[in-house]
């Protein structure tokens, strides 16, 4: 069964590469971009498939919407990084288990000034299945967590974390090219957040997300996203 808290490094991800946005722009028409992308997740030996919704403009929003072209039901996106961002992130209902189609999906915004804004995006069917991995194990002696998964050659990047048992992110790489299948993490690696280092016998899962970028790519135009959990390994430290 899906797990209905799973927050993709997505959300992270995105924030990061836009964190600058606010200062970019001064006296120009106002101008918002929306996107939609593929989220598949494994759960025990099925790949579930939803879609992930996201609009980003230099300028604040009050609200953004998204409708699949020829149909009538909107969905009301959520904010996030100060209003200059709104997602929506699928629930744990909208999985399914066949892969979304060819559409076009129209976004509508609502800037602070009232003016309002229509964007679209292109969907393609072509979706990234969720890495298979195949080693996430403490080395004690080298005091090393050792992941390795397979990579997947319709992949372009990937980031990975880790998760403690509140489910809350603790360490985060910076996006590897689709070259590297393994990673090693110390206690000295850059990555972990503020105060999350751990100190022994804490237990962690990694999260390998997998990302695909369109056919013609730029740093905002994903095509699907995906994300494999490992189990729980405990983090011991030799005094």
């Known amino acids: 069964m899906i797990k209905k808290n799973?927050?993709?490094?997505?959300?992270?991800?995105?924030?990061?590469?836009?964190?600058?946005?606010?200062?970019l722009k001064e006296d120009t028409q106002l101008t918002a971009y929306g996107d939609v992308l593929i989220k598949s997740v494994r759960s025990g030996d099925s790949i579930f498939y939803g879609l992930y919704y996201y609009v980003y403009s230099y300028d604040k929003m009050k609200n953004a919407t998204?409708?699949?072209?020829?149909?009538?039901?909107?969905i009301t996106l959520?904010?996030?990084?100060?209003?200059?961002?709104?997602?929506?992130?699928?629930?744990?209902?909208e999985y399914k288990t066949s892969k979304p189609i060819r559409a076009k999906y129209i976004f509508n915004v609502v800037f602070e000034n009232g003016v309002q804004f229509e964007d679209f995006d292109i969907l393609d069917s072509t979706s990234l299945k969720p890495v298979v991995i195949k080693e996430c194990k403490f080395d004690q002696e080298e005091g090393k967590l050792i992941i390795d998964w397979e990579g997947n050659s319709l992949a372009d990047q990937y980031i990975v974390n880790l998760k403690n048992e509140k489910d809350e992110i603790v360490f985060q790489c910076d996006a590897m090219n689709a070259n590297q299948t393994y990673l090693w993490i110390y206690l000295s690696s850059y990555g972990w957040l503020a105060n999350k280092q751990p100190s022994g016998s804490e237990k962690f899962k990694a999260v390998i997300s997998a990302?695909?970028?369109?056919?013609?790519?730029?740093?905002?135009?994903?095509?699907?996203?995906?994300?494999?959990?490992s189990d729980f390994v405990e983090w011991t430290i030799n005094y």
């Open 6 to 23: 799973i927050i993709l490094t997505f959300v992270f991800f995105i924030s990061v590469l836009l964190s600058f946005t606010s200062c």
């Open 78 to 93: 959520d904010s996030i990084d100060g209003r200059y961002t709104f997602i929506h992130d699928p629930n744990i209902l």
């Open 211 to 229: 990302y695909q970028y369109e056919t013609v790519p730029s740093v905002f135009d994903l095509q699907s996203i995906s994300a494999s959990e």
């Open 66 to 74: 998204v409708c699949r072209e020829g149909e009538n039901t909107e």
